[in-house]
């Protein structure tokens, strides 16, 4: 990994009629790392993916003071650049991959042309590396599959399929918003495996999103958990495990079961109410509603804190609260 991130992403504002789903996050994603993007449905997650895709739709207005790939600055890029880069040096894998393959297409064709169309060159030569990554992602007969269509394939083929054909033009960047979450338990555990060693073959960054905080356990380098559309804490996926500090985090990882720290029969832990709505800016703690801490100052301005080197939260607790609180 070299010191600079290759996608930095600071202060990111995204509004929709005014209310605002995402009120200002920072994200960094180094090279050859995963880097998943945790919190309940409706945190701003997908969004925030979005704006990094440049795919947000057009009632959307996203500010930023920083949204950079490889040092080249995203915002302001004309729809020609920055489709040059989605599906050759960013590429994206989404929840239902049936909604993404064209149903009236082979899957060759359709891989193939992902790489004619950024790299040129010959239909036969895109269809051979179509059939050598189909293999890779250990599909069974790949050249038979080529002449398939999407409704021909199970859910967690078309899954398979669609990493392929992100991994056709050999991108840096793999954004994977909740790649798993229409696949049945076991197809879910093969895929997370399968990213999880193409990330560490191919030297890959990963930005993966997720509700879910034992995905992150398996292939996460670092984390940053979202609530009501802010990162509110951000650390390596190790010291956030050893160390939650958001009331939140603790909160999502009560949700989990830990083995070891479970009871059979024990109900797991939930988190009372739900993530508020899109809306005008928060003043003070997003959370305090939800949250067992809340006092009267968490209506005010909250600060962010430093729990160890590269470990960041946003909550009013000091550094040392979970010593009397360990999980
Ligand atoms: Fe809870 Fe207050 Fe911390 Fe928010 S700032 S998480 S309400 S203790």
Known sequence: MTDAPLL????????????????????????GETHCLVGESGCGKSVTAL?????????????????????????GMRERELSALRGDR?????????????PAYTVGSQMAEVYTRHRGGARRAALERAEA??????????????????????????QRVMIAMALMCDPELLVADEPTTALDVTVQAQILSLIAELQ??????????????????????????????????????????ARPMHPYTRGLLSCIPVPGKVVRGQPLGA????VPRVGPDFVGCAFRDRCQYAIADCARVVPAQDAGPDHHYACRLAPDWTASEAA
């Open 8 to 31: 930095k992403v600071r202060e990111l504002r995204i509004t929709f009629g005014g209310l605002g789903a995402v009120r200002g996050s920072d994200v960094e994603i180094m090279r």
């Open 90 to 102: 960013i590429a994206m894998i989404f929840q239902e991959p049936m909604t993404s393959l064209n």
């Open 51 to 75: 704006a990094v895709m440049g795919l947000l739709p057009r009632n959307a207005k996203c500010t930023s003071d920083e949204l950079s790939f490889d040092g080249q600055d995203l915002r």
């Open 271 to 274: 988190i009372p109410g739900v």
């Open 200 to 241: 560490a073959e191919l030297k890959l960054s990963v930005l993966l999103i997720t509700h879910d905080l034992g995905i992150v356990a398996r292939v996460g380098h670092r984390v940053s958990v979202m609530y009501a559309g802010r990162v509110v804490e951000s650390a390596s996926a190790e010291s956030l495990f």
């Open 133 to 158: 990554l189909l293999a890779k992602v250990r599909i069974t007969s790949p050249g038979m599959r080529l002449g398939q269509y999407p409704h021909q394939l199970s859910g967690g083929l078309r």
